[in-house]
């Protein structure tokens, strides 16, 4: 009988794993993302891509965000595994060499839920809602934290042993 539990056990293990039905989360969501670029490799990751008004869309390009890729949306936990949401495949993450970004919901009547991806914060996800209005102060707070993040980072990266021999 013992024996019997054991095999059935094992039965449903194999079963679950090969047909994924054993996931939290399903691998695609039906939400469409629409993924914009800057200089600095930072994004804006906004979704669903067909919920993007035109304000939203010329105001990203205005602060220098162009968009690069448009995919399908997928259920993604922060590095701490603390968060989870809507995002890019961490593929595409890795192809545009995007560690740092912003994520936009588009709710109706233009509302927004935002969240930030950043290496060192994992996946963070405010919980209000925010007009385009409020969001662009936002967006530049943000864009400032991780400019003056990668500043902090750069300077230490680069000291020199002996100060007084560097050349100028």
């Given at each position: 009988m013992q024996i019997k539990k054991i095999l059935i056990f094992f039965f449903f293990a194999v079963a679950f794993s090969s047909t994924g039905m054993g996931k939290a989360a399903p691998t695609h969501s039906g939400y469409k993302y629409q993924l914009y670029k800057n200089f600095e490799n930072f994004g804006i990751l906004i979704f669903p891509?067909?919920?993007i008004f035109a304000g939203l869309g010329k105001y990203?390009?205005?602060i220098g965000f162009n968009p690069v890729e448009t995919g399908q949306?997928?259920?993604r936990?922060?590095?701490k595994n603390k968060n989870q949401t809507l995002m890019m495949p961490e593929?595409?993450?890795n192809k545009h060499s995007m560690?740092?970004?912003i994520i936009l919901q588009v709710i109706a009547n233009d509302n927004m839920v935002v969240g930030i991806f950043d290496p060192e914060w994992g996946l963070t996800l405010p919980g209000p809602m925010y007009q385009l209005n409020t969001l662009k102060d936002n967006i530049s707070k943000t864009l400032h934290l991780f400019r003056k993040h990668l500043k902090k980072r750069e300077t230490r990266g680069h000291q020199t042993i002996n100060?007084?021999?560097a050349n100028f």
């Open positions: 891509e067909d919920r990203i390009q205005k949306a997928v259920m936990f922060g590095l593929s595409v993450q560690d740092r970004f100060p007084e021999r």
